[in-house]
């Protein structure tokens, strides 16, 4: 009974908590959709009086307390019982935050407020040095985060926990040694047989067109809108403020169709992840996702293992050739197919195919690295940017637009971040291996426009577990192994393999 | 120096609790506008959580003590500097705020997020008894909130004064009782001429160019872009989140081109006072309208004196037409001047003329208060609402939903509310006859689509000085008496006079 107590107390407490960072993730959704420009101020200065209101309510006495009794009296509980993980989970996110001074927090709200103001003007009239001096107040704030955590292996370390629990610099750098040579290889033997074509996807297309068959296709993934809505933003995202109230943005270009396509797809996956939660989680740290790993795995899979999939088009296509049939009327599915999975490289990460995808990942954690370490002023970021993109990719962004300052993340503070979507793309892969040995027909259902299984599968393996097991943990469990660039080594050999008659 | 620092410690507690009251706002903006239905239940929990902070924060022994120690040091200041008046305002918001039990709060939070709810979902399928129960949740909120401020003169004086500081419900009576016989009188003279044709106003418009003429209307007003927006909802509503960030909505009937013409204009009223607060008032109390009497002055004065005037149709009607030429092109602007202008009675409060306006205001205030005394159950509200609508008006309501549930107020918890509307045509009125002392050329300014001298004059009469001045204070300072039926009475009598050769 006095367990019982003690946890319905924390419960409150966490409930508030829940509260509180759904207003701080509303805040921030207003911000990238509706908020006039005038409101960029006082949004900085109430998104700080959240985070502080949040975090002194946090690493209050009586959490600690309260933690430090229910740890105790926990043991003896199932290591997997919801109680057990709730009491785990608050502890690992508790010892994190008590030792964040609140200044640091404040400071962190206002200063990423402003810098993402600053980054959409800067990307807007293509101007670096409107945006510099917030970046450099980001990370000058983000070195002084990683020496809260010292000693560490790497001042990198504490931002890569941050977002995914347990990972290492070192880790990551392991993985993409393994990656980056296999990748290598896969494109200098695309880049060695003739290109396929896919100038059809550059033309005109009806924003409006492209929207309603983007809803057709989430609709039919099972995106509840009773749950959900859609909505504009320069950079698409995805938040919820419950499980009940999960929403998703996309950007759309009127001359190429995949950027709203795809990236509809993609923020689905994610949404479906959120929605997914055990309802039984609500106004807990256990809704949610396990890791920005996991979330990837499962925007990827929708995205890539199933939006760019030849069952998924052989059901769409037709469909998409009503909505444009001057554009697409005379592309055959075959042509259509290979066209949306061309490997080129090329300047935007968010548009790059799955095969250059992984080196945009790579360019961009050398370079955090970098800064972190302080090898790397923020004044030599384009030219760093420039000569990177060079190198790995053999292009030269036309203006930072189109190279540095072509993602929100480092206005937003996440640096740390970036691996993480290279990581998905390789659970995505350990998933799938899974789900299409439990579903055998799963393509053949895709081919008919069904995908209640595929969620079905997701749900009961993954969604509803919300962030109650660490992503090793949760992969491992599902998949046998913990994360592992295996799978999607030769997932991508075999398409695109297929794709360029290799 | 003493004063000097405690009152910047009680400025920087009061900028986070405006913080916490816009992302309070914010909740609720979301909730009418965007929100999908399942995030309601977790809204509730999110606007409790942040009331319940809002309201702890505020009610502090600290907040209490800063006030002691300021009220009296205060003393020596001039009555009407900044500093004594946010003393004041302070105090006055704190004195009332102290009584109330944090769980009435939460619960009333709590309590009206779902009432809204209900109420949207009542009104839809126009069933009065889904709405019921929660309606009489409300209203036993309210009657608690009023008994902890007894002993009163009558139990709806707390109410209304939380709306109208310092007004009586015998002083509403009484100014009523004077408008009553008047208003009586004009509708019967009016009734016994031939009516105006408006017929032409009841055709189809298309929602997109009613929007977008409105749009063109009131950036003529002044209405900044850059520091407000405009979105549907089902009850139009100004809402804002900084004095630069002012958010206006608007419901737009196809078939009826009145709804957002108007609806458009007031909501800009409301948000221009509130983007007029001086800036230095930003993050304080002092931000926004003295009361909501004065707010609605300004709102009914763009609708009605400026909206409704032939000056104005004057410049914008040859522009309405072109809009619309298939319906209007064959109307003269005498006719459509006469039209918008008819006066009859009507079932709908937002859409009844200048003149029957306030007979709704007094059913609603009657009926207030009989809930309140408890001589009226929530159960007999229908029936209470429809026999009233035939005494006053002559007409039933065909069901509830243009009836007892058009108006979302009750749903919020506002009881105690609408006198306000019918006060602020009062003082629209008042204010009317000053300006046009001060601006002899107004009417030939507006009829050159020219509204930057009446703009100007409400900024620095009204608009800049926020909440600083109490609202008969301000009228007396700026007309020269207090609140005062006779200049809304004449300027009734003189327009529609002549509207209907009188």
């Keep these: 009974m006095e367990f019982e107590t003690k946890l319905n107390q924390l419960k409150e407490i966490l409930g508030e908590l829940v509260d509180l960072n759904a207003v701080g993730a509303l805040l921030g959704w207003d911000q990238q959709t509706y908020m006039p420009r005038g409101g960029a101020e006082a949004r ?112 990198y370390d504490p931002l890569l926990d941050d977002f995914e629990p347990g990972l290492k610099t070192a880790d990551v ?28 996807l550059h033309q005109k297309f009806d924003e409006q067109k492209q929207w309603d068959f983007g809803v057709e296709v989430i609709t039919k993934f099972g995106f509840d809108w009773n749950r959900g809505r859609q909505d504009k933003a320069l950079h698409p995202f995805t938040t919820g403020f419950s499980i009940n109230d999960v929403r998703i943005t996309t950007r759309v270009n009127p001359d190429y169709l995949n950027m709203a396509l795809f990236g509809t797809m993609h923020e689905t996956g994610h949404a479906l992840y959120d929605l997914g939660s055990d309802q039984k989680y609500e106004r807990s740290p256990l809704a949610g996702g396990a890791s920005l790993a996991i979330h990837e795995s499962q925007s990827r899979m929708w995205e890539n293992l199933v939006g760019r999939s030849l069952p998924f088009w052989e059901y769409f296509y037709p469909r998409l050739q009503e909505f444009f049939p001057s554009q697409l009327g005379n592309i055959s599915l075959d042509m259509f197919y290979k066209g949306i999975n061309r490997v080129e490289p090329s300047l935007i990460r968010v548009e790059a195919d799955e095969a250059t995808y992984n080196l945009h990942i790579m360019l961009r954690l050398e370079i955090e690295i970098a800064l972190m370490e302080g090898t790397l002023a923020v004044k030599d970021l384009p030219e760093a940017w420039n000569s990177r993109m060079r190198e790995y990719l053999g292009l030269t962004p036309p203006n930072d637009a189109q190279g540095v300052l072509q993602d929100i993340h480092w206005s937003a503070g996440m640096i740390g971040y970036f691996s993480t979507y290279a990581l998905g793309n390789l659970v995505s892969a350990q998933l799938w291996e899974r789900i299409n040995q439990d579903i055998p027909d799963l393509p053949e259902q895709i081919r008919q426009g069904k995908f209640d299984s595929l969620l079905g599968w997701l749900r009961e393996n993954i969604h509803r577990h919300g962030a109650k097991y660490e992503p090793q943990e949760l992969v491992q469990c599902v998949t046998g192994s913990k994360i592992d660039p295996a799978p999607y080594i030769h997932y991508l050999k075999a398409k695109l393999g297929k794709v360029y008659g290799l």
Tied chains: 1, 2.
């Design 44 to 155: 900085g200065y109430q998104s700080a009086t959240i985070g502080k209101i949040a975090h002194e309510k946090f690493i209050s006495e009586e959490v600690g307390k309260l933690l430090d009794e229910l740890s105790q009296a926990a043991a003896d509980l199932d290591p997997d019982s919801d109680e057990r993980r709730l009491i785990k989970v608050t502890r690992r996110l508790y010892d994190k935050e008590v030792k964040v001074p609140t200044e640091w927090v404040m400071e962190f709200a206002q200063v990423t407020t402003a810098a993402h103001q600053a980054w959409g003007e800067a990307r807007a009239e293509n101007n670096f040095s409107k945006f510099q001096p917030f970046l450099e107040k980001v990370v000058d704030l983000r070195r002084r985060y990683a020496e809260i955590f010292a000693p560490y292996d790497h001042i």
């Design 173 to 200: 750098k392991a993985i993409f040694d393994i990656l980056r040579p296999q990748q290598v290889e896969l494109i200098k033997a695309i880049q060695s047989v003739p290109q396929v074509d896919n100038s059809f």
